[in-house]
C-alpha cells in the first residue's frame, strides 16, 4: 500500500507529460505557445549549465523563506491578542478585514514608494500575501478549543498564561498547521507579482525576461522549478512539524494522502 500510494503521483505526472508530449507530437498545439516537453527540458538543461538557474532558484528560495518567516512571526502574536482581547478586536479587526480583501498586487505602487523598489519592498508584497492564512488559521483553532478544557486549567489553578501555553495554542495547532501549509503556498503564488518590479535575479524574472523574449520553453521551465521547490518545501514543512509535534503526525499524513 505505501509503495502504491508512492507510485501514483508519479503515474499522475507522467500521464500529463505524455499527454502533453502526444498533442504536440500530433499537432494538436502550436509549438511556439506549448514547446514539447523535450525542448523546456533542453531549457532547463542550458539554464542549469549556466549557472542560472541556481542564481534565480537561489534568490527566490531566500525571498519565499524570509517573506514567509515574517508574516508569520507578525501573524501568530497578532493572533493570540485578538483572540484573547475584546479591545484589540474591536480596534484592529476591521482594519486587518479591509488589508485582506485588497489584492496584494494592487499595493505594488504604494510598497514601492514606502519601501522603494529594493528586497523590502518584494518581501512586503509576499508577507501581505502569506500573512492571512496564518493569522485566520491560529484565530479559527483558537476560537474551536473546548472551553471544558480552559474551564479544567482553571480549576486546576493554571494561570492565564500557562493556560494559553499549555491548553489553548496546543489544541490550536492542526488549525495553524493548516494556515502554514496554506501560507508558505502563497508565498510562491506571489513570487512572480514580487519580482515583477526592478529585479535582476529570481525565478519570477526569469519568467517575465523569458516572456518579453518570447521564449515560451524558459517560462514554463520556470514554472516547473517553482511548482517543484513549492512541492518540496511543503514536503520539509510538514517533516519539521511532525519532528516538532509527533502528535500531529497521523493528521499531516491524512492530509498528504
Do not use: C
Amino acid at each position: 500500500m505505501p509503495a502504491r500510494r508512492a507510485l501514483t503521483p508519479v503515474a499522475v505526472f507522467a500521464s500529463v507529460v505524455l499527454v502533453w508530449w502526444l498533442a504536440g507530437r500530433l499537432g494538436w498545439t502550436n509549438a511556439y505557445l506549448l514547446p514539447a516537453p523535450k525542448a523546456v527540458v533542453a531549457a532547463l538543461t542550458d539554464l542549469a549549465a549556466s549557472g542560472a538557474l541556481v542564481k534565480h532558484a537561489l534568490t527566490s528560495i531566500q525571498r519565499v523563506l524570509l517573506g514567509f518567516a515574517l508574516s508569520t512571526a507578525l501573524a501568530v502574536p497578532l493572533a493570540v491578542l485578538l483572540s484573547a482581547s475584546r479591545p484589540a478586536r474591536t480596534v484592529i479587526d476591521p482594519l486587518l478585514e479591509f488589508v485582506r480583501q485588497v489584492p496584494p498586487l494592487a499595493l505594488i505602487p504604494l510598497l514601492i514608494l514606502w519601501l522603494g523598489i529594493g528586497e523590502a519592498q518584494k518581501l512586503g508584497i509576499i508577507v501581505l500575501a502569506s500573512f492571512f492564512p496564518v493569522f485566520l488559521g491560529l484565530r479559527g483553532g483558537i476560537a474551536g478549543v473546548d472551553p471544558r478544557l480552559i474551564e479544567v486549567g482553571r480549576v486546576a489553578g493554571l494561570s492565564r498564561r500557562d493556560i494559553l501555553t499549555r491548553i489553548v495554542l496546543p489544541s490550536a495547532l492542526p488549525e495553524l498547521v493548516v494556515g502554514l501549509r496554506i501560507s508558505l503556498g502563497y508565498s510562491w503564488r506571489a513570487l512572480v507579482g514580487a519580482e515583477l518590479i526592478a529585479s535582476s535575479a529570481g525565478l519570477g524574472y526569469m519568467i517575465i525576461d523569458a516572456e518579453n523574449l518570447a521564449r515560451t520553453d524558459i517560462v514554463l521551465a520556470g514554472i516547473l522549478v517553482i511548482g517543484i521547490l513549492g512541492l518540496l518545501s511543503d514536503l520539509l514543512l510538514r517533516r519539521l512539524i511532525g519532528h516538532a509535534f509527533p502528535w500531529l503526525s497521523a493528521d499531516l499524513e491524512a492530509a498528504r494522502a
